[in-house]
């Protein structure tokens, strides 16, 4: 059994000794180098865009949104956010202008040498004086009304969480060229049948004309998720007018101020418990800043919403939610999907009941977490696989909370110089993959192929971003198989050679993509036992057996793929 070994990672010694080529490094002949020229105004309407006339604008490739041949959208939930400003900007940094330069430093200062007036208009920066909803939710469970009568306690409480930046150790950085009148990109990304769907849309091209692949990526933790499809669409509008390859690589300063963050959140509770400290109320308001465009942020909402009432089972709840717009840059994916923020109020008002009631948070969370047949906010039964007791016993046990606990508030009592101590606890529940039908909806792909010369070869779209991916597939079909999984190789993401297995988010690369291939592997197995006999056991069978299952099959390599699918 490969699962559940502590296999070296594959991508380890790379990196480790930087034998790893990310984008930047890559050297390609010819190539000039994109920079943007982004919005100073938060919300305004371009009055003119000049050019220094001293300037040799001759050597430079200049793009507006006039020069995109197909739809200005960067197509993702809603059609509203364009690839380029054109007439309004709606959050400083929107890219206006794209430039390119055999140099990048001359590049950098034609950036410089670009003026753009603008007739301002109104700005919206406070989430909570916003007058649009990008998307609302409303969970109700019980009866509310009864709930608070019932109440021996009410507690009311308001947490807010900032922006957060994902602070990946490579910038976003692509690469984009047109290759026997294929359009190219190829860069630092998370998700490339986002790219390519993306790309579709703005160039007005078959998918078979568009290729999108990724190269070494130094982190992303949602990040590049979406936001690459918005580069990828700079640096091939700029390609395609200069008629060869173009790079473009942010520097630090501009991948913090342009792309986007976690979303600033207000969570407002209001809890009513018995004396003893039993649920029996709760109404939660959420109130998430989007930014400019609306990008992926409905389903963060939606994520956040589903988390606000915390890992604990309550009677009588209801969750009102909304995200809302505002002109700062659009906000996105980050870890953790909007959950992070509704759980973080939910866990620190734990702090203010167990105040309000003299009654230790350890003490209220054992008594309300949800356990074996608990119903959840949205009504749902948890019938399997509810660990979140044992968690927190174990959690307790092996961090010694209580004695800590004690120890720290004698010393807090008695400081006398004014340093503190203290322990912090939180239980959180948090779903792997897309929720509701999401997954069914993917339709997602994987596959397996064995070539004639014995080469097995994982085919799938989730990107190696620093968490395992590629060891791990290798890992699932080796158990799935009985060979080594030093024997599986697994291709690169490239929208021409790999099915689409969805987006590289939520915790599903192993969970859903993992058992696709295990599927898929599980079939090439049943391949090998009916025409060959047996699944071979050493290179040289594999080899034979290759030959043997070609031979039976018109395609040049056997290959097996699973589809997601309702269970």
């Known amino acids: 059994m490969s699962v559940g070994k502590n296999e070296p ?37 371009i009055k003119s865009i000049s050019y220094d006339p001293a300037f040799p604008w001759d050597q430079c490739v200049i793009v507006t949104a006039k020069d995109i041949p197909g739809v200005n959208v960067v197509t993702l939930i809603e059609p509203d956010q364009p690839l380029l400003a054109d007439g309004i900007v709606r959050h400083r940094e929107e890219a206006i202008v794209l430039i390119a330069h055999p140099d990048r430093a001359t590049a950098y200062e034609a950036a410089k040498r670009v003026k753009i007036e603008y007739e301002a208009l109104p700005a919206v920066f406070d989430m909570e004086k916003s007058e649009k909803a990008f998307k609302k939710f409303l969970i109700e469970r ?31 950085a692509v690469a984009a060229y047109e290759e026997d009148g294929i359009l190219v990109v190829t860069g630092s990304l998370q998700c490339p049948y986002y790219v390519l769907k993306a790309m579709k849309k703005i160039f007005n091209r078959d998918e078979s004309k568009i290729r999108v692949i990724q190269t ?38 501009e991948d913090m101020a342009a792309t986007t963050k976690r979303h600033p959140a207000v969570v407002r509770h209001r809890t009513g418990l018995t004396r003893d400290g039993r649920l029996v109320a709760q109404d939660i308001d959420v109130t998430m800043d989007g930014g400019a465009y609306a990008t992926l942020s409905a389903v963060v909402l ?29 906000n996105g994916a980050f870890r953790g999907f909007g959950a992070p923020q509704t759980l973080f109020a939910a866990e620190l008002h734990w702090e203010k009941i167990a105040d309000a009631l003299k009654i230790d948070s350890l003490t209220l969370r054992r008594k309300n977490i949800f356990k074996l047949g608990s119903h959840t906010a949205t009504g749902q039964v948890l019938l399997e696989s509810v660990g979140a007791e044992e968690c927190l016993e174990k959690t307790v046990k092996a961090s010694g909370y209580v004695s800590k606990r004690k120890e720290y508030d004698r010393w807090n009592k008695n400081s006398k110089n004014k340093t503190w101590k203290g322990i912090g606890l939180a239980a959180c529940h948090h779903g792997a993959g897309f929720t509701g039908s999401g997954e069914v909806y993917l339709a997602s ?5 064995l070539t004639r010369d014995g080469q097995l070869i994982v085919l799938a779209a989730s990107t190696e971003i620093g968490q395992g991916t590629n060891t791990m597939f290798a890992q699932v079909a080796s158990d799935a198989l009985g060979v080594p999984a ?60 290759a030959r043997v299952l070609c031979a039976a099959s018109p395609r040049a390599a056997s290959r097996s793929s699973s589809r997601s699918r309702r269970r």
Not at 305 to 327: D, F, I, K, W
Request: with cysteine.
């Open 9 to 45: 990672r594959r991508d380890g010694p790379a990196k480790l000794t930087g034998r790893a080529q990310y984008l930047d490094d890559l050297d390609i002949p010819g190539c000039w180098h994109g920079v943007t020229v982004r919005s100073t105004v938060p919300h305004g309407r």
């Open 486 to 545: 030093s024997w599986f190789s697994v291709e690169t993401p490239d929208t021409h050679k790999v099915p689409d297995s969805g987006p590289t988010v939520a915790s599903r690369t192993c969970m859903v993509v993992g058992g696709l291939v295990a599927r898929a592997t599980r079939d090439l197995k049943r391949a090998f036992e009916a025409e060959y006999g047996k699944v071979p056991k050493t290179p040289a069978d594999l080899k034979k057996a």
């Open 216 to 253: 070494v990526t130094g982190g992303g933790f949602g990040g590049k998720e979406e936001y690459p499809s918005m580069i990828c669409g700079h640096a091939a509008l700029l390609s395609l007018k200069a008629k060869r390859p173009v790079k473009i690589v942010y520097d630090r300063h």
């Open 302 to 330: 939606s994520r956040g919403t589903l988390h606000a009432a915390g890992a604990y089972e309550c009677p009588n709840v209801r969750v009102r939610s909304q995200v809302v717009m505002t002109h700062t840059p659009p």
């Open 142 to 172: 019980g009866d509310l009304e009864a709930g608070f009568a019932a109440a021996d306690v009410i507690v009311e409480g308001e947490y807010r969480t900032p922006s957060q930046e994902q602070a990946y150790i490579e910038n976003n």
């Open 445 to 449: 792909r994987a596959g397996v192929a």
